[in-house]
């Protein structure tokens, strides 16, 4: 127990020197949005937990939600059951993809699924998909959500959760 306290007492400073605060995140997340106002949506192509190939083609004519997400995220977990009803209801004209930002591993993620009756495909941060992640923007903090138009323009931008309102607030 002593050999933890000391440990913690000399990496505690370094970590509070490199805190970020609340008010700087909303900042970098305002002017991202504004830069990426105008983003098109990128050409990506992405492998879901049943081997299926996502891409910019395959979704071209529909909404595309991309939300960034972890299981041990609480707002992720409270935004999943929103993202499920909505995804039943407006599968014909919207496209979500659950990116799962921790690097867990595939048998963990589908129970995961599983339990929380995802209906929308799951894409994992591993060795294939990891790179495209990048293409869609920055993610400063979970969930962080962008949704594109059917002619694939950025049109909302959202860290922090989502709820069903929201996404019809967007999207129809």
């Given at each position: 127990?002593?050999?933890?306290?000391?440990?913690?007492?000399?990496?505690?400073?370094?970590?509070?020197?490199?805190?970020?605060?609340?008010?700087?995140?909303?900042?970098?997340?305002?002017?991202?949005?504004?830069d990426?106002?105008?983003?098109?949506?990128?050409?990506?192509?992405?492998?879901?937990?049943?081997?299926?190939?996502?891409?910019?083609?395959?979704?071209?004519?529909?909404?595309?939600?991309?939300?960034?997400?972890?299981?041990?995220?609480?707002?992720?977990?409270?935004?999943?059951?929103?993202?499920?009803?909505?995804?039943?209801?407006?599968?014909?004209k919207?496209?979500?993809?659950?990116?799962?930002?921790?690097?867990?591993?595939?048998?963990?993620?589908?129970?995961f699924?599983?339990?929380?009756?995802?209906?929308?495909?799951?894409?994992?941060?591993?060795?294939?998909?990891?790179?495209?992640?990048?293409?869609?923007?920055?993610?400063?903090?979970?969930?962080?959500?962008?949704?594109y138009?059917?002619?694939g323009?950025?049109?909302?931008?959202?860290?922090?959760?989502?709820?069903?309102?929201?996404?019809?607030?967007?999207?129809?």
């Amino acid at each position: 127990m002593k050999k933890i306290l000391i440990i913690l007492a000399l990496f505690l400073p370094l970590t509070t020197t490199q805190a970020i605060t609340i008010d700087e995140i909303v900042a970098k997340a305002s002017k991202m949005w504004q830069d990426e106002k105008s983003t098109k949506l990128p050409d990506f192509s992405v492998v879901d937990l049943n081997g299926n190939t996502h891409t910019n083609k395959t979704v071209e004519g529909k909404f595309l939600v991309v939300n960034f997400w972890a299981t041990w995220c609480p707002p992720c977990l409270k935004e999943i059951p929103a993202f499920v009803e909505f995804y039943e209801k407006h599968a014909d004209k919207v496209q979500i993809l659950g990116l799962d930002y921790e690097g867990a591993d595939k048998s963990t993620i589908v129970e995961f699924t599983d339990t929380y009756m995802v209906n929308y495909p799951i894409i994992l941060f591993d060795d294939i998909n990891s790179k495209e992640f990048k293409k869609f923007g920055e993610v400063l903090g979970m969930p962080t959500t962008y949704i594109y138009s059917p002619k694939g323009k950025l049109i909302d931008f959202r860290m922090g959760e989502m709820n069903i309102a929201d996404l019809e607030k967007a999207i129809l």
